[in-house]
T-cell receptor, first 116, second 116 residues
Framework: GAVVSQHPSRVICKSGTSVKIECRSL??????MFWYRQFPKQSLMLMAT?????????EQGVEKDKFLINHASLTLSTLTVTSAHPEDSSFYIC????????????FGPGTRLTVT | AQKITQTQPGMFVQEKEAVTLDCTYD???????LFWYKQPSSGEMIFLIY??????QNATEGRYSLNFQKARKSANLVISASQLGDSAMYFC?????????????FGTGTRLQVFP
């Protein structure tokens, strides 16, 4: 149980375009989802916390107008990178929690974004 | 100040031997949780073990154990009987607070390589 999927697993886009990444909880309802970014050979950095039906909470230094997060249902959160630049190229990972879990976050497999 | 410190960028261990990965943390919150995750080259984050700040005993999960020394603020991961499949990045993480909605802060990771 507690499976989280992400789509796509890899995406290449041109500078200036937008790309959407989906995060789904497959077998549970996720009231809260987290979005992380990981640059090569670096750690995971939390970008934002999204709660179903409300606005996402962004970490300091993360541009909310550039990284649009929508948590429209209890099983789906999306991250849209708008007007992508090469420096946005990174590994994006989501995680989800369920009210029944005491501590664990369930991570998706990640999406590798390359902006050319 | 760094909240989570992993001082070993890389570690080598021979198959079937035990290895300890170091992690120290910094918090003034009396309620916190400590986590270890494994990240293979494919990128997914695999939960290994959890220790709560009020837990009296060190956590164990199969071949993984967490050496929790609260006064020293350390939470080292011990992997016994290493296997070739253990080769991966290992991240220590902390959550300040005990709610699963509280965010995780990750260390910089240790790359473990197991050789035959």
């Amino acid at each position: 149980g507690a499976v989280v999927s992400q789509h796509p697993s890899r995406v290449i886009c041109k500078s200036g375009t937008s790309v959407k990444i989906e995060c789904r909880s497959l077998d549970f309802q996720a009231t809260t989802m987290f979005w992380y970014r990981q640059f090569p050979k670096q750690s995971l950095m939390l970008m934002a916390t999204s709660n179903e039906g409300s606005k996402a909470t962004y970490e300091q230094g993360v541009e909310k107008d550039k990284f649009l997060i929508n948590h429209a249902s209890l099983t789906l959160s999306t991250l849209t990178v708008t007007s992508a630049h090469p420096e946005d190229s990174s590994f994006y990972i989501c995680s989800a929690i369920t009210p029944g879990s005491s501590y664990e976050q369930y991570f998706g497999p990640g999406t590798r974004l390359t902006v050319t | 100040a760094q909240k989570i410190t992993q001082t070993q960028p890389g570690m080598f261990v021979q198959e079937k031997e035990a290895v300890t990965l170091d992690c120290t943390y910094d918090t003034s919150d009396p309620s916190y949780g400590l986590f270890w995750y494994k990240q293979p080259s494919s990128g997914e984050m695999i939960f290994l073990i959890y220790q709560g700040s009020y837990d009296q005993q060190n956590a164990t999960e199969g071949r993984y154990s967490l050496n929790f020394q609260k006064a020293r603020k350390s939470a080292n991961l011990v992997i016994s009987a290493s296997q070739l499949g253990d080769s991966a990045m290992y991240f220590c993480a902390m959550r300040e607070g005990l709610r699963n909605t509280d965010k995780l802060i990750f260390g910089t990771g240790t790359r473990l390589q197991v050789f035959p």
